[in-house]
């Protein structure tokens, strides 16, 4: 089973517009260390094109929309973000591109851990590799 849903966050709306809060343990299934966001995506990029050892993370499109691709080695899917209360929970070992970024695309990452050059797999051969070892030990 690929480790990668859609959360719902809820918002605290009133009057006066939406705000949405994220608390490690709560809100999130994970402590986090790290946030990072990409924006002035040019158009037709698509980028990622990497998978993590260990690392977990939510994506959140705060504003505008794109559309992410998830690959766990046998399966892939295709996720719309475009709601800011929205976040897309990837757990570990999966491929990962983004793409479709509108023009006022703010894409938001939650992230366990510090940027760690050595927690990526940026090789697809070798995530398949990774995958199958993983799966042979199982
Ligand atoms: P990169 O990993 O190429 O983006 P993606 O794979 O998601 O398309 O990241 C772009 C640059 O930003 C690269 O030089 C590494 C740097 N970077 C950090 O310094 N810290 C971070 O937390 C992240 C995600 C990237």
């Given at each position: 089973m690929m480790d990668v849903r859609k959360i719902t966050f809820q918002q605290h709306g009133d009057e006066r517009g939406q705000l949405v809060a994220i608390e490690e343990l709560?809100?999130?299934?994970f402590e986090f260390k790290r946030i990072y966001f990409m924006y002035?995506?040019?158009?037709g990029v698509r980028r990622g094109y990497h998978a993590h050892r260990k690392l977990k993370q939510i994506l959140f499109c705060v504003h505008g929309n794109c559309k992410i691709h998830v690959d766990d080695g046998e399966r892939t899917c295709e996720y719309l973000l475009n709601k800011p209360y929205e976040g897309l929970f990837i757990d570990g070992l999966i491929w990962r591109e983004m793409y479709d970024?509108?023009?006022?695309a703010v894409l938001m990452v939650i992230a366990?851990?510090?940027?760690?050059?050595?927690?990526?797999?940026?090789?697809y051969d070798k995530f398949k590799e990774v995958v199958s070892k993983l799966h042979d030990t199982n």
């Open positions: 709560l809100d999130a299934p002035d995506t040019k158009n970024f509108s023009e006022d366990s851990d510090f940027y760690n050059e050595r927690d990526y797999i940026r090789d």
